[in-house]
């Protein structure tokens, strides 16, 4: 497990030009290394607020994005067209504009795709064996205030599944109700996790999952009640925080 370091900013928009500008890093870094990176997005406000300045920025980047791999670590099991979904937001505010290939956007099947959520899972772990390069270079999650990542939830049995890439998750807490996710299995075959926050309503799951993690409150927290706790980095594990978010620490 690594040790997490903590980047405290001044606000959502600092914390996204933030972890825009170490991708882009990351990136380059990488595939002056010889590799092909595969990132894992995150959805919900901040992405859309990081996704904005990573088209912003790209111009000024070394980043080939015609070899780079993305992938997204949940994805809510819907129509094709529906706003609900995280690959539909990431495609309209930068991954077209960059010019990823859309051969390398790994998107979940929707509906139109796959008879049930169950079959959509099965669907995305084949893609991950076949396209997915052994691990991600950077998985970037987000936390919900029940401290929940990915589609992981609290209580759900899809925290215990194990020897499987993906799990398809019925009666999420929030709506839609249908998802696929990434299991922890597969969320931890990273060189780098990234866990963005924002906002006063996170920051007592922040705490939670930040002392539960290390044991500064006497004890390590339980993954069915602190599903953040069951995700680490390879080599780097980095909680980019807004000072709203981070105003329990």
């Keep these: ?55 912003r920025l ?9 070899r780079v791999e993305v992938w997204w670590g949940d994805e809510r099991y819907v129509e094709p067209g529906s706003p609900d979904r995280n690959a539909g937001q990431a495609r309209e505010a930068f991954l077209s504009a960059v010019g990823v290939p859309d051969a390398h956007v790994h998107e979940v099947p929707t509906t139109a795709d796959c008879s049930s959520v169950e079959e959509a899972a099965t669907a995305y772990a084949e893609a991950l064996r076949e396209h997915g390069g052994g691990g991600f270079e950077v ?7 029940d401290a929940h990542v990915a589609s992981l939830f609290p209580g759900h049995p899809a925290l215990d599944v194990r020897d499987a890439l993906t799990v398809a998750v019925h009666d999420s807490p929030k709506p839609p109700p249908e998802r696929v996710s990434l299991t922890f299995e597969a969320l931890n075959r990273n060189r780098a996790l990234w866990i963005l926050v924002s906002g006063e309503g996170k920051a007592e799951a922040v705490a939670r999952a930040l002392a539960g993690r290390t044991g500064a409150g006497g004890e390590l927290a339980d993954v069915h009640e602190v599903p953040a706790v069951g995700v680490t980095g390879g080599e780097e594990t980095i909680w980019f925080l807004d000072r709203a978010s981070a105003s329990r620490l």
Excluded: F, K, N, Y
Aim: no cysteine; charged share 20%.
């Design 1 to 55: 497990m690594t040790t997490p370091r903590i980047e405290v900013h001044d606000d959502d928009q600092a914390l996204a030009t933030a972890v825009a500008g170490e991708l882009l890093t990351r990136l380059a870094d990488a595939q002056a290394a010889g590799r092909v990176p595969h990132i894992a997005l995150t959805g919900g406000t901040i992405a859309e607020v990081v996704h904005r300045e990573l088209a």
């Design 58 to 66: 790209a111009p000024g980047a070394e980043v080939d994005w015609t």
């Design 139 to 145: 998985v970037m999650l987000g936390l919900g205030p």
